[in-house]
């Protein structure tokens, strides 16, 4: 039987950011950068080009990685098989996408969608 495809992009970076306010201010001003979405006090969203930056309000500065994939679920199914421990399995997030996160040895973050 063969293996089905499995499509993967890097969609997006997401900056984790003390005031989310002040870096949409900054992230605002420079050319190229447009607001996509903005939750006041906890998240702004900008597309630059075919990608997206995303600014989440958090206590400890830091990053993660959104990779766009063509099936959620057959992606976590071989991670499992690589050996690999997503956080969990696919699930809805309240502000509508459907993802499960990888963290690499490093502690960084992908949030798989």
Request: charged share 25%; hydrophobic share 40%; proline share 8%.
């Amino acid at each position: 039987m063969p293996t089905k495809s499995l499509s993967a992009n890097l969609d997006g970076l997401t900056l984790h950011v003390r005031d989310v306010e002040r870096s949409r201010e900054f992230y605002g001003r420079i050319p190229g950068f447009k607001e996509a979405a903005h939750r006041p006090g906890q998240f702004a969203l900008f597309q630059v080009g075919d990608g997206l930056l995303g600014l989440l309000q958090l206590p400890k500065p830091g990053f993660h990685i959104e990779v766009g994939v063509s099936d959620l679920d057959l992606l976590h199914r071989r991670l499992l098989a690589a050996g690999l421990a997503p956080d969990g399995e696919p699930r809805e997030r309240p502000w509508g996408e459907r993802t499960f996160n990888l963290v690499d040895p490093d502690g960084n973050v992908l949030e798989m969608q």
